[in-house]
């Protein structure tokens, strides 16, 4: 039987090898998307397509791993009324969301994308007051109007701002607060709780079925008529299996730490990003009022985390004071990219 100090410092060291590979693959993730859609040598400024690519690879490898070789286990309880009032809805906005998100990156640097991102509790908080899941406080208000001030200070502090870019990132934004409302509504009004990779396994091939129809119209015909890019499958299904690895990893943080755990870590994973972009991508100057707004915005993060979190314990209180669930917590795969 092992000692139980060093079952203790064995956990710890795990833990910690995990949230490590969770920021690290996080941020080399972006960092990989950029490269592959803005760089000459690879030459594919495809966004669409690469997201795309993204979602099959993700759907095969679901598939795979549960049906196959069922080394992980779908969460049961999905129904075709929950998979189309629902699931299909989640994974529109997925797509929209990485799409969008991508496109942004051929516009503006990576720095200012992430610092635009910073805006995502604002939209989240208010469609979130719009269908009734959230209820509006001088607190909240206080909160929502420092993010949206540390944003608008680090946004007048680019130098080389482009609307263009501005507009497709907004527009992730939203996506990303959809879905993040739906997911909400699938718990709260579906009572249907689903870990990561069960997320992943139903939302996926939606979501390459959301992309595959505006890429026939919008990019097929691009990537037709350019006829200088080169497809190469070795660097393009690398940044499939890094994204996929990305989504495993927030799997093996939440299955080890907490939500609280997953939270700071994506705070540091958007410093991380913020200060390498600098050094990495020659587009990304940062200037003090870029770090001095995204400073300020990122407390207002922090500050709305807390209260969601506080929230979601005193929720969960109260139904462990009721009757339990059988369920387990619902965790969306990381859409940061």
């Given at each position: 039987m092992a000692d139980p100090p060093k079952k203790v410092v064995k956990d710890e060291v795990l833990t910690y090898t995990y949230i490590l590979l969770y920021i690290a693959l996080s941020s080399g993730q972006i960092f990989f998307n950029k490269?592959?859609?803005?760089?000459?040598?690879?030459?594919?400024?495809?966004?669409?397509?690469?997201?795309?690519?993204?979602?099959?690879?993700?759907?095969?490898?679901?598939?795979?791993l549960?049906?196959?070789?069922?080394?992980?286990?779908?969460?049961?309880?999905?129904?075709?009324?929950?998979?189309?009032?629902?699931?299909?809805p989640i994974g529109a906005m997925f797509a929209m969301t990485l799409w969008l998100g991508n496109t942004a990156y051929l516009?503006?640097?990576?720095?200012?994308?992430?610092?635009?991102?910073?805006?995502?509790?604002v939209a989240v908080f208010i469609l979130g007051v719009a269908a009734g899941l959230e209820?509006?406080?001088?607190?909240?208000?206080?909160?929502?109007?420092?993010?949206?001030?540390?944003?608008?200070v680090a946004s007048y502090g680019e130098i080389n701002i482009n609307w263009i870019g501005v507009v497709y990132?907004?527009?992730?934004?939203?996506?990303?607060?959809?879905?993040?409302?739906?997911?909400?509504?699938?718990?709260?009004?579906?009572?249907?709780?689903?870990?990561?990779?069960?997320?992943m396994y139903y939302v996926s091939p939606c979501s390459a079925i959301c992309l595959l129809v505006p890429w026939i119209f919008l990019e097929k015909p691009k990537m037709e008529a350019q006829g200088t890019w080169s497809f190469q499958p070795l660097i393009l299904t690398l940044n499939s299996l890094c994204t996929f690895?990305?989504?495993?990893?927030?799997?093996?943080?939440?299955?080890?730490?907490?939500?609280?755990?997953?939270?700071?870590?994506?705070?540091?994973?958007?410093?991380?990003?913020?200060?390498?972009?600098?050094?990495?991508?020659?587009?990304?100057?940062?200037?003090?009022?870029?770090?001095?707004?995204y400073a300020i915005a990122i407390g207002g993060v922090a500050a709305y985390n807390n209260h969601k979190l506080k929230k979601e314990a005193s929720r969960t209180s109260t139904n462990d004071e009721s009757e339990p669930t059988q369920s387990i917590p619902l965790v969306s795969s990381n859409s940061d990219k």
């Open positions: 490269w592959v859609l803005s760089s000459k040598e690879i030459n594919f400024p495809y966004p669409l397509a690469l997201t795309l690519l993204h979602m099959v690879f993700s759907s095969v490898a679901c598939f795979l549960t049906k196959v070789f069922k080394i992980m286990k779908v969460e049961p309880g999905m129904t075709l009324e929950i998979y189309i009032w629902s699931v299909i516009y503006i640097s990576v720095s200012f994308a992430q610092m635009l991102k910073a805006i995502m509790p209820v509006m406080s001088c607190r909240m208000l206080l909160i929502m109007s420092v993010i949206s001030f540390g944003v608008l990132q907004m527009g992730g934004v939203v996506g990303e607060a959809l879905r993040l409302i739906f997911m909400e509504i699938l718990v709260k009004k579906k009572g249907l709780k689903l870990n990561p990779i069960s997320v690895a990305l989504n495993l990893s927030v799997f093996l943080v939440i299955s080890h730490t907490s939500a609280l755990t997953i939270r700071v870590a994506g705070v540091v994973k958007d410093w991380v990003v913020v200060l390498l972009s600098a050094l990495i991508f020659a587009d990304t100057k940062l200037t003090l009022i870029n770090i001095f707004g």
